[in-house]
């Protein structure tokens, strides 16, 4: 990732508005800066939250609370706990995440 146009700056992620996008189930909540050529996001899932789609953009995930599960489209799962990032480049491992009890996330993409 080269992250251009970016100057320094500090986010009160408080303080970002919030959109939400419904999954096939549940639904995830949104906080999105678009700075330069990247997105920055915090992200939280709800409780029964499931991906609608198969993602193929190329992200570093971290997660911050609660846990999820990454599957891939291969068939392939990896379990997410706080601490625990993946890194993927564009149209790598098309993946989408589910969540039981929810999670909170931080987004590069």
Not at 57 to 62: D, I, S
């Amino acid at each position: 990732m080269r992250i251009e146009d970016v100057p320094f700056c500090i986010t009160d992620w408080s303080r970002v508005a919030e959109t939400i996008h419904p999954g096939e189930t549940g639904h995830a909540v949104w906080r999105t800066l678009e700075l330069g050529n990247i997105r920055v996001r915090m992200v939280e899932y709800s409780a029964g939250y499931l991906a609608d789609h198969w993602c193929v953009r190329g992200h570093v995930l971290l997660v911050m609370e609660g846990e999820m599960v990454t599957e891939l489209k291969d068939g392939r799962s990896y379990p997410m706990t706080p601490g625990v990032s993946y890194q993927v480049a564009e149209n790598d491992a098309p993946h989408r995440s589910r969540s039981i009890r929810g999670a909170k996330l931080f987004i590069v993409d």
